[in-house]
């Protein structure tokens, strides 16, 4: 189980082995809809890991402290919700005040990651595989950053797309689900770096 | 009396107390996965076989009824800068009752699915449709929407899922159809299967659209 793993481990399987984008399938629709240019892209990776790493440190302490205790595990589903809904509100208001050269780099991202599939979803698997504290903040972090890595890339890849010669009908969103396809092949290969 | 002005004010507005044209907009017209290009996580990833993604179909069906049939009901108390909160709450109950119906009468079927249940919460569709047609339109309609949309949704992810299990494993809904001879393409059934039937059927929608405007 992922939960006896050193935190290398961990690392490397939240990261490249089940890549969130590309072997998990989650977080596509901004997948999709940013990376048509490197610079958003760049943004929107960073402010995923940001606020993955927070909000999901956030709702284990929320579910081990909170839940937990209380026997109301079957309330997860809105309680994770509602809490990154309101921590990422939370977060924009304090980086707003205090560090306003991130805000502007960050510009819409931020509240746009509220619906971002990845952050819940890490939540959900940190408590799913039963990780520790410490797990789950280099867990999360794996995740976000596999989600950052895949998004960069493939906002190079599709930047270049652009201009190839490619049929009538496989332009625009097409052609990008192809070449995700060929990533997530590419991606198939860390399979055997480790057993579980 | 207030039935009376109720209907006479509908007509004031132009509008149909239940319109059907709602429905088949979600099925093709709207599709929600083809031509928005929302909730594509769940589509993709529980398409490996016919079963779960019919599974996942039905979950979202009735999610999206539920939760469009109730926002509809309050769309009128609800404060207008707290509604996207509320819509989440009602989106998230319903797929938490979707959630321990489904652990308790197919546990198969729930384990497949995985941490994609508890994820429908997050998918675009459900709080497009709340926040986009649900909070601005009467309580039939709302419903005829869900049903649509859903069905719409439903009726992708089980080509999908037709197209990969077909090839990728040989079997339709766990029978077997070609016989032991059959080499099965591996490739369909593992994650890049999913974006490649996804890319072709995206090309093809594109390519009736322009054959269309052709004529």
């Known amino acids: 189980m992922l939960n006896q793993a050193n935190l290398f481990f961990i690392f490397l399987s ?28 760049i943004g929107m990776g960073i402010a995923v890991v940001f606020v993955t790493v927070m909000a999901c440190s956030l709702s284990w302490a929320v579910y081990n402290f909170l839940l ?80 950052c890595f895949g998004i960069i890339i493939f906002a190079t890849i599709r930047e270049e797309i652009e201009i190839a010669p490619i049929p009538e009908s496989f332009k ?25 | 009396m207030e039935l009376e002005n109720f209907w006479r004010k509908l007509k004031m507005e132009n ?48 999610v999206l009824t539920g939760s469009n049939f109730v926002v509809s009901l309050i769309r009128k108390i609800v404060p207008n800068h707290v509604r ?33 249940l508890p994820l429908i919460v997050v998918n675009c569709i459900i709080l497009g449709r709340a926040e986009g047609f649900a909070s601005k339109n009467n309580v039939f309609n709302s419903i005829l929407d869900g049903l649509g949309m859903g069905i719409g949704f439903t009726l992708i992810i089980f080509i999908i899922s037709s197209v990969r299990e077909i090839l990728g494993n040989g079997t339709f809904m766990g029978r077997n159809i070609f016989g032991s001879n059959f080499e099965p393409f591996l490739i369909m059934i ?13 090309a093809l929608k594109q390519k009736i659209e322009k054959g269309s405007k052709k004529c």
């Open chain 2, 15 to 62: 509008k149909r107390l239940i319109d059907f044209k709602v429905f088949l907009n979600g099925i093709w017209r709207e599709n929600p996965i083809l031509f928005i290009m929302l909730g594509l996580c769940p589509t993709l990833a529980v398409s490996g076989s016919v079963r779960d993604a019919l599974g996942m179909g039905i979950a979202v069906i009735f």
């Open chain 2, 190 to 202: 593992m994650p890049p299967g999913a974006f490649f039937v996804i890319g072709f059927l995206i």
């Open chain 2, 84 to 116: 996207i909160p509320v819509f989440i709450v009602v989106i998230a109950t319903f797929v938490t009752i979707t959630d321990y119906i489904l652990a308790a009468y197919s546990p198969q079927i729930h384990k497949n699915l995985g941490v994609y």
């Open chain 1, 14 to 41: 939240a990261f490249l082995i089940n890549n969130i984008l590309l072997i998990r399938f989650l977080g596509l629709c901004s997948f999709i809809g940013i990376s048509t240019d490197v610079k958003s892209s």
């Open chain 1, 68 to 147: 937990v205790p209380f026997h109301l595990e079957y309330l997860r589903t809105t309680t994770f919700i509602l809490t990154i809904a309101s921590f990422v509100q939370f977060e924009e208001m304090i980086i707003r005040k205090k560090l306003p050269a991130l805000y502007r780099a960050f510009g819409i991202y931020l509240p746009l990651i509220t619906t971002n599939c990845v952050i819940l979803a890490s939540a959900f698997l940190g408590i799913d595989y039963k990780l520790s504290f410490i797990q789950n903040l280099i867990f999360s972090f794996g995740i976000s950053f596999g989600y």
């Open chain 1, 172 to 196: 625009g969103v097409p052609i990008a689900f192809i070449l995700a396809a060929l990533m997530s092949l590419a991606f198939l290969g860390f399979k055997g770096l480790f057993k579980l």
